[in-house]
Every structure is written in C-alpha cells, then in structure tokens.
C-alpha cells in the first residue's frame, strides 16, 4: 500500500525536475519580459513541489514507509 502513495510522491520529484529543466532552457531562449516571468512562475511552482514532496518523502522515510 505505501509502494503506490511512495510512487506518486516520486512522479512528483520528477515532475518538479522537469519543470526546472522546462524553466531554465526556456529562459535562455526567451526575448520579452514576458516569458521571463512565466518562466520564473514555472520555476518557483518547481521549487515548491520539490519542497512539499521531499518533506513527505523524508515522513515516510521517519516512518519507515519507505523502501
């Protein structure tokens, strides 16, 4: 039971990352202040994914819910 709620929290980690990796090459390519600041939106939306979802990874890991 917890492998399944375990696997969501790691497809949130990876999710977090690929916004990141979204963000940063985006940004490099972007010409108006415009995409700078969705890329930035969608950077901090990573970072705070990121966040919650190892705060919950390392509970489970407290709890011994995680293999």
């Not at 969608?42 to 190892?54: F, L, S, W």
Request: proline letters at 0%.
């Amino acid at each position: 039971m917890n492998q399944g709620r375990n696997e969501y929290i790691k497809q949130a980690l990876e999710l977090a990352r690929t916004l990141t990796i979204l963000a940063d090459e985006g940004e490099a390519i972007c010409q108006d202040d415009g995409c700078i600041v969705l890329y930035s939106v969608i950077r901090d939306c990573a970072y705070k994914i990121r966040t919650e979802a190892e705060r919950e990874r390392d509970a489970h890991k407290a709890k011994g819910a995680w293999a």
